[in-house]
């Protein structure tokens, strides 16, 4: 049986690919032992085959990258959800110096409401009272003698007068009776009566 003759240049080449296979099997194995470091020699070929080449320092690193970055990332958020709270405060902080100035201009009206009301039954109050006087004032007036009337009349001020005389007035003509009134302004003073009848004839047409 005839050997196959091979000749001496693939024998070389083949050789020599022994040899690198075995410098790079050695390498690795050093390299996987922690004698050298020759990832980064090795890395394309490495990467070729799927193996990850990069060294613990470099994974590390990259994963300090990695999470520096999602801590900016939640700095950020932190910082937006800061600002709407304080965006938010603000508004409350409007809402509620509206409302209280809305409550001052309420309380503020419901006051004057109040005064003006308290004002008018004052004057009503007044208003009574004074007609009970009158009216007390001239039942008085209508007991007496004319003339002792018309002796107190006389003292009363124009408007004092006018008010006695128009109740008296009043008082008669809801009682049906006959009105002192023309007895009394006939007893007092001609020109006092005719003034106080002028001042009476004014009002009425006003």
């Known amino acids: 049986m005839r050997r196959l003759q091979v000749g001496a240049l693939p024998q070389i080449i083949a050789l020599t690919l022994l040899v690198l296979v075995l410098l790079a099997g050695g390498a690795l194995w050093f390299n996987y032992l922690g004698l050298i470091d020759v990832t980064e020699t090795f890395s394309p070929v490495l990467r070729l085959v799927g ?64 005064d003006r009301e308290n004002s008018f039954n004052e004057r009503v109050s007044r208003y009574d009272n004074r007609r009970e006087v009158l009216v007390q004032n001239s039942r008085d007036l209508q007991n007496m003698r004319p003339e002792e009337a018309v002796r107190i009349l006389v003292g009363f001020d124009d408007q004092l007068l006018i008010d006695t005389l128009r109740v008296t007035e009043e008082l008669a003509q809801e009682a049906g009776d006959f009105s002192l009134v023309p007895v009394w302004l006939a007893r007092l003073p001609a020109e006092r009566a005719s003034e106080i009848q002028r001042k009476m004839t004014i009002r009425s047409e006003q």
């Open 51 to 114: 193996i990850d080449t990069r060294s613990d320092e470099v994974r590390v690193e990259e994963e300090l990258l990695l999470d520096q970055e999602r801590l900016e990332k939640l700095e950020e958020a932190l910082v937006l959800q800061e600002e709407e709270l304080m965006q938010r405060e603000q508004d409350l902080a409007a809402r509620d110096n509206e409302i209280s100035r809305r409550q001052d201009e309420i309380e503020a009206r419901e006051r004057d409401i109040q």
